[in-house]
Nanobody
Framework: VQLQASGGGLVQAGGSLKLSCTAS????????LGWFRQAPGKEREFVAT????????YYADSVKGRFTISRDNAKNTLYLQMSGLKPEDTAVYYC?????????????????WGQGTQVTVSS
């Protein structure tokens, strides 16, 4: 089972990026999915989560209104559309598959993790 995150890069403040996370080895259509991020010297923090069919989403206050999480179960792929990026959004972004059908902000509720993709926002 593998989660492969991609789409990170260097962008100027105010710009946009779209992250993708493709699962292989099994389907996660019955699992909630989420994005977390970790900045240098800081703990991993919750960014967004989406329920198994995409009906319910939840965001950290710091990204609400700027980021949009979505999923395509037919493609076994999770997305994070990021706009209005700020330097404080700079971090390694990780996708994760949850243990249940509904999402959580707690990292311990996610059983599978991708390798991370670097997002750097310059001022």
């Amino acid at each position: 089972v593998q989660l492969q995150a991609s789409g990170g890069g260097l962008v100027q403040a105010g710009g946009s990026l779209k992250l993708s996370c493709t699962a292989s080895g099994r389907s996660f259509s019955n699992n909630a999915l989420g994005w977390f991020r970790q900045a240098p010297g800081k703990e991993r923090e919750f960014v967004a989560t989406i329920s198994r069919r995409g009906a319910n989403t939840y965001y950290a206050d710091s990204v609400k209104g700027r980021f949009t999480i979505s999923r395509d179960n037919a493609k076994n792929t999770l997305y994070l559309q990021m706009s209005g990026l700020k330097p404080e959004d700079t971090a390694v972004y990780y996708c994760a598959a949850g243990r249940r059908s509904y999402g959580s902000t707690a990292a311990r509720e996610y059983a599978y993790w991708g390798q991370g993709t670097q997002v750097t926002v310059s001022s």
